[in-house]
């Protein structure tokens, strides 16, 4: 079993910036692929960034290339998504998100998933 514990959120500004933290345990580190997704209200959740399960490379949504990126620390077995010009379209609920297989095809669906933070940006 994997546990998430996300950190950070809050409210800001429009053209602020926000830092989200998630510590995973349980299972060890280098074998989940990990990321983030976000939920507005209304909305069904989406993706908005992770990890290949190497860690090597980085994926993104397309709303958020070039604002937001997603940075680990291998030894405190955290992730990061650090958010810089943040508009009100981010405000959501953000969910860090892991899974331990190797491969998967079509649309990742990772199996665990942290309790969310609420992610609020004032025009």
């Known amino acids: 079993q994997v546990q998430l514990v996300e950190s950070g959120g809050g409210l800001v500004q429009a053209g602020g910036s926000l830092r989200l933290s998630c510590a995973a345990s349980g299972r060890t580190f280098s074998s989940l692929r990990m990321g983030w997704f976000r939920q507005a209200v209304g909305k069904e959740r989406e993706f908005v960034a992770r990890?290949?399960?190497?860690?090597?490379?980085?994926f993104y949504a397309d709303s958020v290339k070039g604002r937001f990126t997603i940075s680990r620390d291998n030894a405190k077995n955290t992730i990061y998504l650090q958010m810089n010009s943040l508009i009100p379209e981010d405000t959501a609920v953000y969910y860090c998100?892991?899974?331990?297989?190797?491969?998967?095809?079509?649309?990742?669906?990772?199996?665990?998933w942290g309790q969310g933070l609420q992610v609020a940006v004032s025009s």
């Open positions: 990890f290949s399960r190497s860690g090597g490379s980085t």
């Open positions: 998100a892991a899974d331990p297989r190797i491969t998967f095809s079509g649309t990742w669906s990772p199996d665990y």
